[in-house]
């Protein structure tokens, strides 16, 4: 309640990007007190044994996680993690730094509860990115790892005609610190990124990753694909098929969009906001179709990580019995406060406790082919 009163009257009228960098500040400083993230972790953390999920070969305390696009550098996975998240996706990085757009880039839509990002992928790059986990997991002792999953994009300046090559740079550097690898084709503020959707595009990049990921010695190492909710049905299940016959672990679905349809904010700010992803609460719908669509075309062969809308423990739950075995938010925490994970993950429990389930994970697909028509007659 305080930080929702906090964020309607100060930090609604602030800098969404500044805002942002402060608060992550702030985390960074806190959990860099010594036993601060542990006792964190232990009031905030997923601690229901119902919420335990086995999956891409690592053990998740519960299946909310933060998805790629916060922690662009790998500087807050402790105190991320301390909030209560099972698992934090750094990224994206990309081979090389960049500043990425212009500000303002971030922009806030409180009425729809939404988000306009143009971030551009600004980040630090692979490198830098890889000594700071390096650094990191020397110092960690015997205290357990999170799960930490690792975005990887394309660098903007590299042509699209090297992007094999960016990307395979970028899996290489980051191999040794990942528990799974995300590869991002669907961020709508890299220009001509998406286009690498396309099967044709998808297939070598996908194929070379894999081959580097192998080469290296980590043939084990997970690795997924994340999609726009804007592709058409029928290039869903083009990539659901691709994913099957590469032998991906997994899909991510989805990223922000670039549509603006049916959204309660004045049309005038929306407008001010201007071009790059929308995500939040308006994506929920399409998130929610697209995975519903992929599980009927992958059954159970692959895992599927959900995010894009995401807001309450029934949000979850609903995705989590659609098919989705992890999910994921970011502009959820943004509206929700530190708070939010745990609510998330306690309305879990309890929604598995009242269903029947001994876990979440028992849950997951329970709902696969089931239509709106079935519900709702």
């Not at 790998?74 to 500043?99: M, N, W, Y």
Request: charged content about 25%; cysteine-free; hydrophobic content about 45%.
């Amino acid at each position: 309640m305080l930080y929702q009163m906090l964020f309607h009257a100060v930090l609604r009228h602030t800098d969404a990007e500044a805002v942002h960098r402060l608060s992550f500040a702030a985390l960074r400083g806190v959990a860099a007190v010594p036993g601060a993230a542990d006792a964190m972790r232990r009031v905030l953390g997923p601690r229901d044994p119902e919420l335990a999920v086995t999956a891409l070969g690592r053990e998740f305390p519960g299946p909310l996680g933060l998805a790629a696009g916060f922690d662009k550098n790998a500087e807050g996975i402790d105190g991320l993690t301390a909030l209560g998240f099972g698992h934090v996706e750094v990224g994206t990085v990309t081979a090389h730094p960049q500043p990425g757009n212009p500000a303002p880039r971030l922009f806030r839509l409180v009425e729809d509860r939404a988000i306009v990002n143009r971030m551009g992928f600004n980040n630090q790059g692979s490198v830098v990115v890889a000594d700071r986990l390096r650094e990191r997991s020397r110092g960690r002792g015997v205290r357990p790892e999170p799960v930490v999953g690792i975005n990887i994009g394309k660098t903007k300046v590299v042509p699209e005609s090297e992007a094999v090559e960016d990307y395979t740079t970028s899996a290489r550097r980051l191999a040794d610190f990942a528990d799974y690898m995300v590869v991002n084709v669907s961020s709508p503020n890299t220009p001509g990124l998406r286009d690498l959707q396309t099967v044709e595009r998808l297939r070598p990049l996908l194929t070379e990753v894999r081959a580097t990921l192998d080469a290296e010695g980590h043939r084990a190492l997970p690795l997924l694909v994340k999609i726009a909710p804007d592709l058409a049905d029928e290039d869903i299940d083009a990539v659901a098929d691709l994913a099957l016959d590469l032998g991906l672990d997994g899909i991510i679905a989805t990223n922000t969009t670039i549509f603006r349809e049916g959204l309660r904010t004045d049309p005038g700010q929306v407008e001010a906001a201007g071009a790059g992803g929308l995500s939040g609460a308006p994506l929920k719908w399409r998130s929610l179709e697209v995975l519903k669509r992929l599980r009927a075309r992958v059954g159970d062969r692959l895992v599927l990580i959900s995010v894009g809308g995401i807001e309450t423990p029934q949000d979850a739950w609903e995705r989590i019995r659609a098919g989705a075995t992890l999910v994921q938010g970011y502009t959820g925490l943004i509206y929700g406060g530190p708070l939010w994970p745990r609510r998330i993950h306690k309305g879990l429990a309890r929604l598995a406790r009242a269903a029947g389930y001994a876990s979440v994970a028992d849950a997951v697909g329970v709902d696969a082919g089931i239509t709106d028509d079935d519900v709702y007659g």
